[in-house]
């Protein structure tokens, strides 16, 4: 019954429109998608049967990992041609991020564990960072925006999927209640919302990168969770 639960994910939750560009990006990833809601990280938090000390590693990394993103928005942010997209970002650098460190320390703490600036990165999340970084420097505009679109919009279907059962377990109920929150994804609708106007002056080649770099943060994110399965 959990698996079919799994596979039959929704679609519902993400920008409507005929033709829209960010349409065709997440329908580009639908298989991938239906992989990560099936990975026994996401599943255990779901049943509360993953182990602390994943969720321990996840957390230590993810927080490592807010510490890249946030730097990836700021740059992404100077680079906006419009006043209200980068005053977006810089929320989302600063305010957003808080937010979740806050929710990370809390936990951690609650395990008797602080966040450590100073831990070493794990590869994946190296490469995952590298990846968004190098993208908000040195790419179009949209195309940067298309890199970072599915840390947003990933986390905000799998939290509003995994809400539908809820967990048993409160430290991972309280992080699937953080990214099924409507706050969030008012955010992440902006976010969606801002690539589908850059998009619209974007060059063919542009259009392509959009649709590389998107593809490859969205395996990355399956590869964080993977990642942190393996971690013991």
């Keep these: 019954m959990l698996r079919r639960w799994f596979l039959a994910f929704p679609l519902a939750g993400r920008a409507r429109g005929a033709g829209k560009f960010s ?3 997440w329908v580009s990833i639908a298989a991938l998608y239906a992989k990560t809601l099936r990975h026994p990280f996401l599943r255990g938090l779901q049943d509360g049967s993953l182990a602390r000390a994943r969720f321990q590693h996840y ?4 927080a490592l990992y807010l510490g890249a993103f946030s730097k990836a928005l700021q740059d992404l942010a100077a680079r906006a041609p419009r006043s209200e997209w980068r005053d977006q970002f810089t929320r989302d650098a600063t305010e957003a991020i808080a937010v979740e460190k806050q929710m990370h320390s809390e936990i951690l703490a609650s395990y008797g564990v602080q966040p450590d600036s100073a831990a070493r990165m794990s590869n994946v999340n190296r490469a995952y960072t590298v990846h968004l970084l190098n993208a908000c420097a ?5 195309a940067a925006v298309a890199a ?3 840390c947003y919009w990933i986390y905000w279907e799998v939290g509003k999927q995994l809400k539908q059962r809820g967990s048993s377990d409160k430290d991972y109920q309280r992080w699937i209640d953080q990214y099924a929150g409507e706050e969030y994804g ?3 609708r902006r976010v969606i919302a801002i690539l589908d106007e850059a998009v619209g002056q ?5 259009r392509s990168r959009c649709r590389k770099l998107f593809r490859q943060s969205a395996e990355f994110e399956y590869d964080f969770w993977d990642s942190a399965w393996r971690s013991s």
């Design 138 to 142: 040195r790419e179009p505009f949209s």
């Design 202 to 206: 974007a060059t063919p080649r542009e």
């Design 186 to 188: 008012i955010t992440v």
């Design 148 to 150: 970072m679109l599915p």
């Design 23 to 25: 349409d065709e990006l």
């Design 59 to 62: 957390l230590v990394q993810d």
